[in-house]
């Protein structure tokens, strides 16, 4: 075969498979977009595992009308400029890959709106198409659904396990940045059940009760101010 350059689906499929792997990648992503927009509430229901359905909805900055459509483009992003802002990041996320790889692979509605805005806007995206942009009211902050992962990539779908191990992925996600960030309050909702909340009372604990249950939480030891040198054996 010849040496040729991609077109640009083919690209935009093969970067995608870097950061949507499973269920549990969309989740990670649109939790760390969540946290990084500031919200204090993340809401995340997820449908067969998360398979068909995951909606991740916050109550964070939220994104202005004429931002919206460009956040789902490849290497957009508010949180860097420019090559220096790679020596001091402070968010979660800075590619500017995460939406549109979701985008590229699923059918995705955002919702969203940024204070001080008229109104708010939905914008539709169907396997990296736009569908539709509209202007919706809503309260402060980001509503992103993600439908039919894989559906149109079967070689992808085939690669995912049944739905209850994809859906424990996601809760085991979802549980880490619970602990990592207690002050945020949380609520996964599988199936229409609720599986996991937390108060974001802002203390690990409590965060420790809804993931391990009381007794376990109770049973653990807090330590505080770790040395540096030993953090750096724990890691070695
Ligand atoms: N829930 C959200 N609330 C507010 N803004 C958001 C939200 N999700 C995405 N955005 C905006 O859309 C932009 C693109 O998001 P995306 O996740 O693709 O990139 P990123 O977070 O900048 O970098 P990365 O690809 O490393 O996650 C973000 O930089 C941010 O400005
Ligand atoms: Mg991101």
């Known amino acids: 075969m010849t040496i040729k350059v991609l077109d640009e689906k083919v690209i935009s499929q093969i970067a995608a498979g870097e950061v949507v792997e499973r269920p549990a ?7 760390e977009n969540a946290l990084d927009a500031g919200s204090t509430q993340i809401s995340i229901e997820i449908k067969n595992g998360g398979i068909s359905l995951i909606r991740v909805s916050d109550d964070g900055t939220g994104i202005p009308e004429k931002e919206t459509d460009i956040a789902f483009e490849r290497h957009s992003t508010s949180k860097i400029d420019s ?3 790679l020596q001091h990041i402070s968010s979660l996320g800075f590619r500017g890959e995460a939406l549109p790889s979701i985008a ?4 995705v509605q955002m919702s ?7 109104t708010g806007t939905c914008v539709s995206l169907d396997n990296g198409q736009l569908i539709s942009h509209d202007f919706q009211s809503r309260s402060p902050g980001t509503t992103i659904t993600v439908s039919n992962l894989f559906r149109k990539i079967p070689a992808r779908l085939k690669f995912l396990k049944s739905e209850n191990t994809e859906g424990s992925r996601i809760s085991e996600i979802v549980s880490q940045y619970t602990l990592a960030f207690p002050e945020v309050r949380y609520n996964l909702i599988s199936d229409g059940k609720t599986i996991l909340r937390t108060p974001g009372s802002g203390k690990l604990l409590d965060s420790a009760i809804a993931v391990y249950g009381n007794e376990t939480a109770q049973n653990m030891l807090e330590i505080k101010n770790i040395p540096e040198s030993w953090i750096a054996q724990l890691i070695k």
């Not at 990648?25 to 939790?31: P, Q, R």
């Open 104 to 107: 590229a692979v699923a059918q």
């Open 25 to 31: 990648s969309v989740v990670k992503e649109l939790l």
């Open 112 to 118: 969203t709106y940024f204070s001080g805005e008229a």
């Open 83 to 85: 090559l220096l802002d």
